[in-house]
């Protein structure tokens, strides 16, 4: 490996993956998503894997005390708009992990409750 890095000015160097700082906010962060995924086990042990990308959703949007805005807002400097068909399941998920409700996230569950008797609403019609 040596040879090969010499033959081609590949200039080798060393680092480590370890920051106590970042560390134990990427700790956080996962144990926030497992917290995620053990009650979507809890709820749907054989089909969790289905509901695996509206948990990643949740974890996205949800805002976060350690940055104090959700990742989806620190990546793409606006706030999370995605349609109904996808906020349902997500928003959802957040009310079953029991996360902190601001005003944002209270006005995303009644939008997601909204949605929801619209639904049975349209069923029940077109049953008639």
Not at 51 to 61: E, G, K, Q, T
Not at 83 to 106: F, W
Request: charged residues 25%; contains cysteine; aromatic residues 8%.
């Amino acid at each position: 490996m040596v040879e090969f890095c010499h033959k081609y000015h590949i200039i080798l160097g060393h680092s480590t993956a370890y920051h106590p700082k970042g560390n134990g906010l990427v700790e956080s962060s996962n144990k926030s998503l497992v917290n995620i995924i053990k009650k979507l086990m809890e709820i749907n042990k054989k089909s969790w894997h289905k509901r695996l990308v509206n948990a990643l959703w949740a974890d996205r949007v949800r805002q976060k005390k350690s940055i104090g805005t959700s990742p989806f807002k620190l990546v793409y400097g606006v706030d999370t708009v995605f349609p109904t068909s996808l906020a349902t399941p997500v928003v959802k998920i957040l009310q079953e992990t029991g996360s902190d409700e601001d005003p944002m996230q209270r006005r995303l569950n009644q939008m997601v409750h909204l949605q929801q008797t619209r639904e049975e609403v349209f069923k029940n019609t077109s049953k008639l």
